[in-house]
Structure formats: C-alpha cells, structure tokens
C-alpha cells in the first residue's frame, strides 16, 4: 500500500477528543497519533518518519478518489471513497464516553457500504516513538496486543476481515485484513490505548455506539455557543478546530497539534507546538469569553493563573499542558517531513522575556471580570504585582513576540505593556484589583510617548519593528483592536505592511521574512482586523473572503501558507490562525454595519 513521501500539510484533517490529536489524509491514512495524551511520543507518526514512524491504513485495494468533510457541527470526519465498482464511507472518531472523555484513548474507524461492492484493506503499523522503542505483538488471550515503549494498544472490530499479525514484517510488526464494503453493509475498526497502565479491550459494538454518541456530543457543544454574525460556518469550524487543542486533563490550551513540521524547505525553525503559550492561552480565553464558553473560559484561566503562580514570580513564555515548564529541545534520529529537520521535542523559548505575555495576561483578566465574573484574591494580587512588574520592565529590551534571539526594543512589545497597564487601572478603577492606580496610569503615559517618539517612522508613515529602525513588524496590527490606536498612523502601517509584506492576501511577519520562512496566517487576519478597526470596512471584508478561501478542504489552517502555491507549512491544526479567523470575524460583526454583511451571514 505504497503512499507518496512528506504528503502535502493541507490533505490532512485532524479529529480528537480533548486529549489527543489524530491526523487523518485525504486517502484515509492516520500519519500522526501520540497515544494516549498529545504530547506522548507518538506511536503513529510517518508525517515525520516516513521509514519506522507508523501508520495506520484504510483504503480500497482497487483505484480510487475521495470526498470527504466534517459531519456537520462535529470534529468527526467523514472520507467517502469512489472506485469504478462502488462507494464506501469511512467515519472517523476519537471516541468520547458516556460521562465524557474516556479514560483510555479509542480511536473508531466505521466503513458503510453505499454502492456496488468495495474491497477494503486495512494495515496497522505501530511505529518507534520517534525511533527511542521497537514495537513488538505480543499475544494475549484476548488477542494481540501491541506494545511500543510504556504505550499499548489493541485493534478490535466486527466485519472487518480476518485478522493477521505479523511480528516479524520487513518493515516491522503489522496488524492487517481484507473485507468487502457492499450497499447497505457496516464494518468497524477501533484502536484502543493506554501509556504505563492496564488496557481495556472494548466492545466493538459499544465502540460503534460511541461513535454516535461522540456526534451527538460535539453537535450539542456545537448548539451552546453563540455563533451569529457573518462567515458563521467557518466561524464554528475554527472553534470546533479550537477545541480540539484545549487539553481538558488540566484546561490548558496547545498552541498546535504537531512538533517539527518546518516553517521553510531550508529547516531549522522546526519547534515543538504542544505546549501552552500564555499568549495563545489569552488569546483562546478571550474568544470563548466572546462565544459565550463557561466551562472552557473557566478550565483554561484558572489553570493558567495557578500555573503562573506555581513557577513565579516571573512570567513564563509558555508552560507544558500539565503545568510544567517546558523542557529545552531534545533532537531525534528522524529525518523530518520531507527530509526536513530537526525533530524535535520541547522548546527553546520558555525562559525569554517576552513584554508583550503581560498585556496578554491582563487583558484576557479585565475580559473576564467585564463579563461579569469576580477574580480570586490571590489572583487580584499577582495582577496587581504583574501590572507593577511592567512598570519596571518595559524600558528594557526582550525577545518579542516572535521569539527572536536579538533582544531589542520591540515597538509592538511596547504596546504590549501599555496594554497590561490600560487594563490594570480598568481592573482597579472597577475595584477587581489592589494597587497603584495612579502608577500605572502615569507609566502607561509614558510608555505611549516612548512609542510616539521612538516607534513611528515618519518616512514610512508607519509604526516599526523595532527603536532605531525602519523595518517593520506585522504584530503591531494587534493593537488596533487593543485600542492603542484606531486612527489615520494604524492605517497608513497597514499600507506599509501591506506593501513591504503582503504576497496577495497573505502576509509575512515582520521585514525579512520573506527569505526565511512562508507567510503567516494569523498576520493576515489580524490585517483584516485592523482594517475594520481603523474603519475600513469594505477591504476587510474582501479580505476576509480571499482568506477563508485560503484554508484547506475541510477548513483547517496551519501556522503558515506558501504565497505562491497555497500549500501549507508549520505546525497544524494551528491555534493562532484559527484564533485570528475568530477575533476577525466577532470585531468584525461588532463594528461593521449591519448592512455590508448581510451577504456574509
């Protein structure tokens, strides 16, 4: 079942169940599942090995295309095959349980026959966890089970053709079979698994069950947040895409799904993305505030306060999903995607100074409070440290927001900490937070003349990336809708922008770029989104068209596209990109009149 290398980014559709991640092609294949938890080594992972990584396949023997989507308001995914003999639809579930998420993982791949007679083959090859264990079968007497380091997993199902192990394959251990999908017939195939504990072997049948009863839960997930406004089926698509990075264990917030997928052909920037960046993190809580999202709002804020209180004083970048500081990157011995590496896990940012966290902190804090809910006492007083600790830090230079080894005076760091302090006196003036009001209304003044006489560019009618220079940097879109500015300078730096960094409707990061890496679609949205703000209304939503039509076949963006090809680079699903689409789309239904879009509704 021979399969092209490095498959493109934008074929894939990811599935979950609040705690891992499942990356499916558009033939059928699962090319990337850690077992049980996201940031488990993963068992399947040929995106990135395409030698031992693993996979596991389900496709017709004959010839064939497919069509595929989302079952609607739903992460389950359905595949449709179409050979010169018949049609046969595959649907695909992270099984969720009758209190919610299961303690085990389980993976459900259910194949109704449609039209005429189908054959089908399947093939589970369990890979090497990134080549640090070999897997092995060992025989059970409930049949085999399937062991790769402290992760185990078994295969069970109904009608799914006689099953046969294979220890001792070229390529290493597989599980495979053949059936025949004809018009009316049904056939499962589920994965179950757990990492250094028991395994429960499931029932197919209940396994088959559980796939309804994961649709109906996402569809009522779908029903309780507010979604009314325009673009509102991509809207839901991006929160569905959202939720399925929110680690529900501890409530924290992936930044992506994947480790390692490459920014550009050259590699080098290949980071590990499931983790927790406070800035994601804020970002998220800010658009479930928005959507209307208690239990989400609620999981994520607290546990990203407590986190940051456990690993104080100082602030972090980004934190592990269960709460832990992110490890310095460790290589592997595997070749990439595409041959591009490194591979690696954890990341070598967590200890920077990033000014900016702090505004994005506070913010999604005032937010919270703003919609009616009451802070913590002990949170009331980190804030207030937090708002005090900006006051005495944003003279200096730090990394910014991109994570860059020069440390420098950022102008969108800058107005990051203007931000942090505009929100603390609106958290004090409404009694939410102790402190020095008076303090951090006199440094935010004085931030906003640094900005004024050090972060405009005059000859470029532009803010700039950063003191001194005359590049520009596309994060100070962000503070059009922080409110820093939504006048005549925002617009004339989003024509600068435009010009110096657009590639269409796309957008590079910051002066540069363009020679290190593709576009990145959160800037082009947050462009969208500064131009509603700055009251530019008809040429945001031209733009929002041209990018919804950027996303892929079931409506997932990764961290970045090729300007030139529309092929997708970087980690994916990405949470920035979905969260830039979203933040989009809600400012835009808030300022823009009602009657330019009626169209988009």
């Known amino acids: 079942m021979p399969t092209p290398i490095g498959r493109p980014l934008e074929t894939y559709a990811p599935i979950g169940d609040g705690r891992t991640v499942a990356l499916?092609?558009?033939?059928?294949?699962?090319?990337?599942?850690?077992?049980?938890?996201?940031?488990?080594?993963?068992?399947?992972?040929?995106?990135?090995?395409?030698?031992?990584?693993?996979?596991?396949?389900?496709?017709?023997?004959?010839?064939?295309?497919?069509?595929?989507?989302?079952?609607?308001?739903?992460?389950?995914?359905?595949?449709?095959?179409?050979?010169?003999?018949?049609?046969?639809?595959?649907?695909?579930?992270?099984?969720?349980?009758v209190a919610g998420r299961l303690p085990w993982a389980e993976l459900a791949r259910r194949i109704d026959g449609i039209e005429g007679s189908v054959e089908m083959r399947w093939c589970v090859r369990p890979g090497t966890s990134l080549r640090t264990a070999v897997p092995w079968i060992e025989n059970t007497d409930h049949g085999p089970v399937v062991r790769s380091g402290a992760t185990a997993f078994a295969i069970v199902g109904f009608?799914?053709?006689?099953?046969?192990?294979d220890p001792d394959g070229a390529d290493g251990p597989r599980l495979d079979g053949a059936f025949s999908a004809t018009a009316g017939s049904r056939h499962?195939?589920?994965?179950?698994?757990?990492?250094?504990?028991?395994?429960?072997?499931?029932?197919?049948?209940?396994?088959?069950?559980?796939?309804?009863?994961?649709?109906?839960?996402?569809?009522?997930?779908?029903?309780?947040?507010?979604?009314?406004?325009?673009?509102?089926?991509?809207?839901?698509?991006?929160?569905?895409?959202?939720?399925?990075?929110?680690?529900?264990?501890?409530?924290?917030?992936?930044?992506?799904?994947?480790?390692?997928?490459?920014?550009n052909p050259a590699g080098g920037k290949?980071?590990?993305?499931?983790?927790?960046?406070?800035?994601?993190?804020?970002?998220?809580?800010?658009?479930?505030?928005r959507f209307g999202l208690r239990e989400e709002t609620q999981a994520a804020l607290s546990w990203m306060l407590r986190t940051i209180r456990d690993h104080g004083p100082e602030l972090h970048v980004m934190y592990t999903l269960d709460g832990g500081l992110v490890p310095e990157p460790a290589e592997y011995d595997v070749e990439g995607w595409r041959g591009i590496g490194p591979v690696v896990t954890g990341n070598p940012a967590g200890d920077q100074l990033q000014l900016g966290v702090y505004g994005d902190l506070l913010a999604i804090c005032r937010t919270y409070v703003d919609a009616?809910?009451?802070?913590?006492?002990?949170?009331?007083?980190?804030?207030?440290?937090?708002?005090?600790?900006?006051?005495?830090?944003?003279?200096?230079?730090?990394?910014?927001?991109?994570?860059?080894?020069?440390?420098?005076h950022y102008v969108s760091s800058k107005m990051g900490c203007w931000k942090a302090l505009d929100d603390a006196v609106a958290l004090a003036d409404a009694g939410a937070i102790p402190g020095s009001a008076d303090r951090w209304r006199a440094?935010?003044?004085?931030?906003?003349?640094?900005?004024?006489?050090?972060?405009?560019?005059?000859?470029?009618?532009?803010?700039?990336?950063?003191?001194?220079?005359?590049?520009?940097?596309?994060?100070?879109l962000l503070h059009a809708?922080?409110?820093?500015?939504?006048?005549?300078?925002?617009?004339?730096?989003?024509?600068?922008?435009a010009d110096e960094l657009g590639a269409g409707p796309l957008l590079y990061r910051y002066s540069g770029a363009d020679a290190e890496e593709k576009t990145f679609v959160a800037c082009a949205f947050w462009r969208a989104e500064a131009l509603a703000c700055v009251g530019r209304h008809d040429e945001a939503l031209t733009l929002m068209d041209e990018l919804i039509a950027q996303a892929n076949d079931v409506g997932i963006y990764a961290e970045m596209i090729d300007a030139d090809d529309g092929s997708a680079w970087g980690n994916t699903p990405q949470a920035l990109s979905h969260l830039a689409f979203l933040t989009a789309a809600m400012t835009i239904r808030d300022v823009v009149p009602d009657e330019l879009l009626r169209d988009r509704t």
């Open 159 to 165: 009608d799914h053709g006689p099953l046969h192990p």
């Open 372 to 408: 009616g809910n009451v802070l913590d006492i002990g949170t009331a007083r980190m804030l207030a440290g937090i708002a005090d600790r900006t006051c005495d830090l944003w003279r200096n230079p730090d990394s910014g927001m991109w994570e860059l080894p020069e440390e420098r």
């Open 24 to 97: 499916i092609g558009s033939d059928g294949c699962i090319d990337w599942l850690p077992l049980p938890d996201l940031t488990d080594l993963p068992v399947f992972a040929r995106l990135l090995d395409e030698e031992t990584g693993g996979c596991f396949e389900l496709r017709p023997v004959a010839e064939f295309r497919t069509e595929r989507r989302y079952v609607p308001e739903t992460n389950v995914l359905e595949t449709t095959f179409v050979t010169d003999a018949g049609r046969v639809r595959v649907t695909d579930a992270l099984v969720s349980g």
């Open 270 to 289: 290949n980071w590990d993305y499931r983790h927790a960046w406070v800035r994601d993190l804020a970002y998220t809580a800010h658009a479930l505030v």
């Open 188 to 263: 499962l195939i589920a994965l179950a698994a757990t990492h250094d504990e028991p395994l429960h072997i499931p029932d197919p049948h209940n396994v088959d069950d559980g796939i309804d009863r994961t649709i109906e839960n996402w569809r009522h997930w779908s029903r309780v947040f507010s979604n009314e406004g325009p673009w509102s089926e991509q809207v839901q698509r991006s929160a569905l895409a959202l939720k399925l990075l929110i680690y529900s264990p501890s409530g924290a917030i992936a930044a992506a799904a994947t480790t390692s997928l490459p920014e």
């Open 443 to 476: 440094e935010r003044e004085r931030i906003r003349g640094w900005i004024d006489e050090n972060g405009w560019s005059a000859e470029r009618s532009a803010y700039v990336f950063y003191a001194g220079s005359e590049e520009l940097d596309a994060s100070v």
């Open 481 to 497: 809708p922080s409110g820093f500015d939504r006048g005549e300078r925002m617009s004339t730096t989003i024509d600068a922008l």
